[in-house]
């Protein structure tokens, strides 16, 4: 059994590993000549093209794939259940006056995750023959939305599954919302007096409070407030653990950890609790170790030492109960089942088995009664249910045809980028663009030393960018794009307006590079003959994503369709449910999108909530502007204008019908 699960993760690796000695790129760099492909008439582009080039399997079963027309669909109930085709389903929300951008969530996705982490844990349980059970908690800050948090606490009930708070305001949601008696209500984060009191109060409630203790000081009011009501309260200790993280969040582990307590601080908690005569208060052991674990490995080293740790807490004379395992379980962002930080090399069945078979093995070494599972698995339940959906406005293109020609005599420079233009080949590609640039380089320091006219310059760079686009079009040809070209893809790649705020949208992807799958909702079985990049709607120049998905590492521009006339053109963002919500800002002040839920019935779907996004007047008010007076402002301006004769009346009052519209309006833009 050991094997088994040892042979997964040696394989992704291996698989890793492979690909990396055989990187394409590293041929070209050692000059392996690169055949050129004679251009043979191409098949026609299919699904199956599409599916393959935005990996859609990879990171969307059982959710999410292809259908024959061309269009995305959703499955929300996984395997089992109908699908809806997502591009009908935006077509007819837009004709209810739900505009883009729109997020749709798909509560049957949030209940399908549920199940099939409880529905793993069972079988792990079963199959390793552990005597205790698994109680999962969802913790409210990967999403705090209402109607989501009510989905986790109904969809969760068969399974007991509890809410995870990590700060006061959090707790406060957990404890009005969770109504389940059994389900595990963990309070993490930091405690004053009244947190803990209120949380020790909630077990009057009939729930299931368990304080976790993070630092060293709560023990002291844990006691004082324990004393002060007459409750036995449930109290769990987070370690700082040895086994390290990796990747972004490495950090949460380790003794410079910002939460949890070091060994000797747990051994300080057990004596004060110890000379207080509540050490059967003790129930829990937690630790967080960090989100997104892309390598099994690191799951099971922290998973060993936590197991040696609860033993050693029971032998200690605590009442020991549960393991909490925290956050970490990963999602396969790009759907290659590595250990790339966006991917992960487990599923959640091998995640369940290690950690079933590991504590199994600690405990019953020491003859000790397991303990009840817990993990508080956030991004693994919360990315799939949400789907993104966001219009393209525009497109600008890298302008590549010849200059027009001329009677009079070229400059020197201008007539080399001519030659260095005629005489590109699939044989001399690579020298051609290194000439083209050091052409242009010199035109460029030319023209500032007034040896060369505006005119000249202009056609210098019409001519070098007309060789850039020949040595692309060959260089694709190619088996492998060459290293040194792979920039002049980037530079030519097209720049797609989308109306969206990456800011208020994907904040991730803005603040610490976090992948997400993106790709066209629609035309699917047409060649997307773009490449491009996608800048968002904000002024600043961050409000981009260049950076996508791939099998190795990532691309820098998207695969797209170019633009038809008066046709809109729809782009999905995927597996952004879990942080983005909350963490979006109001950056340039646009605001939440339009939201809605979707539940899928046996006759279609039906819509479940309709949460409009922020309008105008919404998002000046979180910045202290009163509507009232700002139209009161513009009013006075428009009278004062009037009598200066500066303004017609029809001009006043189309401007302050304009202002005022606006203001009760969306803040993305109109189609
Ligand atoms: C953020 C956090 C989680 C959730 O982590 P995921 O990786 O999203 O599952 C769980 N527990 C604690 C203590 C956290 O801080």
Redesign the pocket.
């Known amino acids: 059994m050991e094997l088994e699960r040892a042979e997964i993760t040696v394989t992704a690796e291996l698989d890793r590993l492979l690909k990396n000695t055989v990187d394409p790129k590293d041929k070209a760099k050692v000059g392996v000549k690169n055949q050129h492909q004679p251009e043979r008439p191409k098949a026609p582009w299919t699904i199956e093209d599409s599916e393959n080039l935005y990996r859609i399997q990879g990171w969307g079963e059982p959710y999410f794939s292809i259908n024959a027309a061309g269009h995305v669909t959703v499955a929300p109930q996984g395997d089992r259940g109908g699908s809806l085709d997502l591009y009908e389903l935006v077509t007819s929300l837009q004709q209810r006056n739900l505009a883009l951008p729109l997020l749709i969530r798909f509560s049957d996705i949030l209940e399908h995750r549920i199940e099939r982490l409880n529905a793993c844990f069972a079988k792990a349980i079963a199959r390793y023959n552990y005597g205790g059970v698994y109680k999962g908690v969802f913790?409210v800050?990967?999403n705090q939305q209402k109607h989501l948090i009510e989905d986790l606490v109904k969809f969760g009930k068969p399974y007991q599954f509890g809410l995870?708070a990590?700060s006061k305001p959090e707790l406060m949601i957990a404890i009005a919302m969770l109504n389940n008696p059994g389900a595990l209500l963990i309070c993490?984060g930091y405690k004053d007096r009244e947190y803990i009191e209120t949380a020790m109060l909630a077990q009057k409630l009939d729930q299931t409070p368990i304080i976790v203790l993070e630092q060293i000081e709560e023990v002291e009011i844990a006691i004082e407030a324990a004393k002060a009501l007459g409750i036995k309260p449930n109290l769990g200790v987070?370690a700082k653990l040895n086994a390290k993280g990796i990747g972004r969040w490495g950090v949460?582990s380790g003794d410079r950890a910002k939460?949890g307590l070091t060994i000797p601080e747990i051994i300080m908690v057990v004596d004060k609790l110890k000379a207080v005569d509540m050490i059967d208060s003790l129930q829990l052991l937690?630790f967080?170790i960090?989100?997104?674990?892309s390598s099994i490995s690191v799951i099971k080293d922290a998973i060993g030492e936590a197991s040696k740790i609860y033993v050693e807490l029971v032998q200690l004379g605590a009442n020991m109960k549960y393991l909490d395992v925290?956050?970490?379980?990963?999602i396969d962002y790009d759907g290659s089942q590595t250990n790339f930080h966006a991917s992960k090399n487990y599923d959640l069945q091998n995640y369940a088995n290690d950690i079933v078979a590991e504590v199994r093995e600690t405990c019953s070494d020491k003859n000790i009664p397991v303990p009840t599972l817990i993990s508080?698995?956030?991004?693994?339940i919360a990315s799939h249910q949400s789907v993104l959906i966001f219009d393209v406005l525009s497109t600008c293109e890298v302008r590549t045809d010849l200059p027009p020609p001329t009677t009079n005599p070229e400059h020197q420079i201008v007539r080399n980028l001519w030659e260095t233009y005629e005489s590109i080949t699939p044989e001399n590609f690579r020298e051609a663009f290194y000439d083209a640039n050091q052409f242009k380089e010199e035109a460029l320091s030319r023209f500032k030393f007034g040896y060369l006219t505006l005119t000249e310059r202009s056609r210098a760079e019409q001519l070098y960018w007309a060789c850039c686009q020949k040595i692309l079009d060959i260089a694709k040809r190619e088996e492998y794009m060459p290293e040194d070209l792979e920039e002049l893809e980037q530079i030519m790649a097209s720049i797609y307006y989308i109306n969206l705020s990456v800011f208020q949208s994907a904040p991730d992807s803005w603040a610490i590079d976090q992948l997400f799958p993106i790709m066209p909702i629609h035309r699917l079985g047409e060649e997307p003959t773009r490449r491009g990049i996608l800048a968002d709607l904000t002024c600043d120049s961050d409000g981009k994503i260049d950076q996508f998905i791939d099998l190795k590492d990532v691309k820098h521009v998207l695969e797209l369709h170019p633009l038809e006339a008066k046709e809109p053109y729809y782009l999905g963002l995927f597996l952004g449910g879990?942080?983005q919500e909350i963490m979006g800002n109001l950056h340039n002040l646009f605001g939440d999108t339009n939201a809605v839920h979707i539940k899928i019935t046996p006759k279609g779907y039906k819509i479940e909530h309709v949460v409009k996004g922020d309008t105008m007047t919404e998002v000046v008010g979180y910045v202290q502007y009163d509507v009232e007076d700002l139209i009161e402002s513009i009013r006075q301006k428009a009278e004062q204008a009037l009598l200066e004769n500066r303004i017609e009346i029809g001009e006043a009052q189309r401007l302050l019908q304009n202002y005022e519209h606006s203001l009760s309006q969306y803040t993305y833009l109109a189609p």
């Open positions: 913790p800050k990967c995870e990590g993490n987070r949460s939460f937690h967080h960090g989100s997104q674990i925290g956050g970490g379980l990963g508080e698995s956030g991004r693994a879990a942080y």
